[in-house]
C-alpha cells in the first residue's frame, strides 16, 4: 500500500440475491496536534445512506512505512481518547467524532498515525431482509495523524542508483528533517555528464512518485524507466516539489 495521506477500502461480505451497498463518509482524513497533552480535534462520520443504519468503529494505530511504501500498523489505544470510538448512525445522520491527544512526549521529530473509520459488517435491518441473500459493501477509511512541533521542518533529498545496463534508475528520496511532507508537483532534471544534454520528467510523467507522503526521518525507494532522448552514461540528478513549510 503507497503511503498516501488517505486510502479507502472497500471489504465485501458475499452471500446471494441482493445488492446492498453501505455508504458511508469520514472527513478531514489528515490532522495536525500540537505535542501539548490534551490537544483535541474533530472528524465527522456521515451515513450517506437515506435507508440504512451503518455501525462504525473508530481506531488509532502507529503508522509505520517501509522504503517501498508498505505500511504496517501497530494498533494504539494508549496515546489517544476517541470520543465516541463506536456508533451506530441512523439513515443520513452526521456524529462528530473528537480525539485527544494523552501523550506527554516532548520530542523534535514528528509521530505519526493512523486514524481508522471502519464500517462494521453488522447486519442492524435483519427483519428487513430475512430469508435471502445479498452483497454487503463495507467502507474502511484510513487517515493521518500528526504529533507535530511548530517549528519542525522537512529536509527531503534525492539519491540515485543506476543500473548497469542504463535501463533503469531507482531513485531513493529521504526526509532527513523533523516532518512530514508529500512530493506535490514534483519535477526531475536528468543532466548527461558527457554531453550536457538535459531531460526534465514533470509530474505527470512520475505517476506513483508525484504526490507521495516522505514521513519524518524515513525513506522512499522507486524505480523508472531510462528517461527518453538522455544518454545512457553518467548523469545527475536533481528535483523540485512544491515545499509548503
Do not use: C
Amino acid at each position: 500500500m503507497r503511503s498516501f495521506s488517505f486510502v479507502y477500502t472497500i471489504i465485501i461480505v458475499l452471500s446471494v440475491s441482493y445488492f446492498q451497498l453501505f455508504a458511508i463518509e469520514f472527513k478531514p482524513m489528515n490532522a495536525e496536534f500540537s505535542p501539548t497533552k490534551g490537544t483535541t480535534r474533530s472528524f465527522t462520520a456521515i451515513n450517506t445512506s437515506k435507508n440504512e443504519l451503518a455501525a462504525v468503529q473508530m481506531s488509532i494505530a502507529d503508522w509505520h512505512v517501509d522504503i517501498d511504501g508498505i505500511e504496517t500498523y501497530t494498533n494504539n489505544e494508549e496515546d489517544f481518547l476517541i470520543y465516541p470510538s463506536q456508533m451506530i448512525l441512523k439513515p443520513e445522520q452526521t456524529q462528530v467524532v473528537r480525539v485527544t491527544w494523552l501523550g506527554n512526549k516532548s520530542q523534535e521529530t514528528e509521530l505519526a498515525y493512523r486514524i481508522i473509520a471502519e464500517q462494521l459488517p453488522v447486519d442492524l435491518n435483519a427483519e428487513a431482509f430475512e430469508g435471502s441473500g445479498r452483497i454487503k459493501v463495507m467502507m474502511k477509511f484510513i487517515g493521518g495523524l500528526y504529533i507535530t512541533n511548530p517549528s519542525a521542518k522537512p529536509n527531503i533529498i534525492l539519491k540515485s542508483t543506476i543500473e548497469e545496463n542504463y535501463d533503469t534508475i531507482r531513485l531513493i528520496f529521504e526526509n532527513n528533517g523533523m516532518r512530514h511532507d508529500h512530493l506535490h508537483d514534483l519535477s526531475i532534471a536528468f543532466t548527461s555528464k558527457d554531453t550536457d544534454i538535459k531531460v526534465t520528467l514533470h509530474k505527470e510523467q512520475l505517476d506513483g512518485i508525484n504526490g507521495e507522503n516522505i514521513l519524518a526521518k524515513t525513506s522512499r525507494r522507486f524505480k523508472i524507466p531510462w528517461p527518453e532522448k538522455l544518454p545512457k552514461g553518467p548523469v545527475s540528478i536533481t528535483f523540485t516539489y512544491d515545499l509548503k513549510r
